[in-house]
């Protein structure tokens, strides 16, 4: 099998409670979903997106992980999507949105 060049990792705030609890979850990371997969998609970007347990950094969320990159992205809004999206194919970042990274 072959694995995807990216993994799109999205922080749904859930503790292991199962109930969510963070900010992400509140501020719609799950509503981000459907915007990642059309994105990939029109793309045709190598990419899966998942949702994710807690990243506990609430206070910078909702958060999105691009890996294998390791970058972490905070705050993020439908339109900071379109910019992460069209910059990630290049291996680029988007410097303005990160809340950490290896090089940080």
Known sequence: MK????????????????????VSDKQGSPEFLPLLEEDIIDGGLDALVNTTGCFKACELGPVLVDYPNNWWYGEITEDKIQEIFDVLEDGKVVGDYLIACNWL
């Open 3 to 22: 694995t995807p060049a990216y993994r799109i990792l999205v922080c749904n705030s859930f503790l292991f409670s199962g109930e969510p609890q963070g």
